[in-house]
């Protein structure tokens, strides 16, 4: 099989409409051995996917490595990580309220300076076992990270630190794009202000259940010449049938919501997953939807979910019931 690729900002990259991330992989609500994480990234190179996702976050280090293990032996792929966590060895047992199973050994903390994010870069790339990274990422620069007191301050060590040493890897070539990741919309509005990127991940803020940052986000992503990829376009699982939103137990709202979207997508014989993995992507500022599959049968699903053929007349179904918002673009 063989996917599309839409242009990355203004960069000479393309990425797969398709991409894998890799959150899941390193153990980040889901179980998997290390041979099963290895599995995914390589069933998802041979389904056609080109474009990977992941960050030391991810399993404290257990995703890139797992990532990395299957992509050196490849070619022709587009690798993402991000910056702003680094990470130290820990002994004893995780912290409480880690969500991450199976994680390595280590701990980590928060470090937005220029020499953090350098230090991040070198270590992302002995981890990954490769000898590049194409797209960096400043990581949860967002209130739900640091919360509402803290999260100016975050902000500003990131403009002030990391994206200048991501602009420097940039202009050397060592990488190609730079950009945010990032669960909210705010973090990305005020970094605008702050420096020329070409990319913004936007975890679970666009998707078939949620469109908010439609008109007072992306004409100025769009004005500014960067590109989004979608993460999180199942929203945490609500829209696969589990129940979890924003990663947390869904609230009575959103499941009446989302059983009203899946009232409308049953009508038409389609499913709702299939309607969410392809809705965002018909914005043109979207380049890529990256979902997190917790296994190779999972993976297998969304690339048949990815290919379902979807009738116009859902969408508009969709937006006479006023559960898509009325100027979203719909595939089609």
Same mark, same amino acid.
Request: charged share 25%; aromatic share 8%.
């Given at each position: 099989?063989?996917?599309?690729? &839409? ?10 409409? *398709? ?12 179980? *998997? ?7 995914? %990234? ?28 299957? *992509? ?11 910056? =702003? ?5 820990? +002994? ?9 199973? !199976?994680? #390595?050994? #280590? ?11 350098? &230090? ?6 002995? &981890?990954?076992? %490769? ?12 209130? @739900?990270?640091?919360?509402? $007191?803290? !999260? ?23 990488? +190609?794009?730079?950009?945010? =990741? ?44 960067? @590109? ?21 137990? $869904? ?11 899946? /009232? ?13 993995? !392809? ?17 190779? $049968? /999972? ?18 179904? *969709?937006?006479?019931? !006023? ?10």
């Amino acid at each position: 099989m063989k996917f599309g690729t &839409r242009r990355i900002g203004k960069t000479s990259l393309d990425v797969t409409v *398709l991409g894998l991330g890799g959150a899941t992989i390193g153990g980040g609500m889901a179980s *998997l051995t290390d041979s099963d994480g290895r599995m995914v %990234v390589r069933d998802a190179y041979d389904a056609g996917i080109r474009y990977f996702d992941t960050a030391p976050f991810y399993g404290s280090g257990r995703s890139e490595h797992l990532v990395g293990d299957e *992509l050196r032996r490849l070619d022709g792929w587009v690798l993402s990580s991000k910056v =702003g966590r680094r990470l130290k060895p820990v +002994r004893g047992d995780k912290a409480e309220g880690d969500r991450q199973t !199976q994680p #390595f050994a #280590f701990e980590p903390w928060f470090d937005y300076s220029y020499e953090g994010a350098m &230090r991040s870069y070198e270590d992302s790339l002995q &981890r990954l076992g %490769v000898n590049r990274i194409d797209i960096l990422y400043i990581h949860d620069i967002d209130n @739900s990270t640091h919360g509402a $007191a803290a !999260q100016p301050k975050a902000h500003r060590a990131a403009m002030e630190g990391a994206y200048k040493a991501l602009d420097e890897l940039r202009r050397n070539g060592d990488i +190609r794009a730079i950009g945010i =990741g990032v669960n909210e919309s705010q973090p990305i509005a005020h970094a605008l202000e702050h420096g020329k990127w070409d990319v913004f991940l936007l975890a679970g803020r666009y998707t078939l259940l949620e469109q908010d940052p439609l008109e007072d986000l992306f004409p100025e992503i769009e004005m500014h010449g960067a @590109s989004i990829v979608i993460g999180g376009p199942f929203n945490s699982g609500i829209l696969v049938g589990r129940n979890l939103w924003n990663y947390a137990a $869904a609230p009575e709202p959103v499941f009446k919501r989302v059983a009203a979207i899946a /009232e409308v997508c049953d009508a038409h014989g389609v499913p709702l997953a299939a309607a969410a993995l !392809q809705f965002p992507l018909a914005h043109p500022a979207v380049a890529s939807v990256i979902p997190g599959p917790r296994s190779a $049968a /999972e993976l297998k699903q969304i690339v048949d979910w990815f290919n379902v053929e979807i009738p116009a007349s859902l969408w508009r179904d *969709l937006k006479g019931e !006023q559960l898509v918002a009325a100027q979203a673009p719909v595939p089609g």
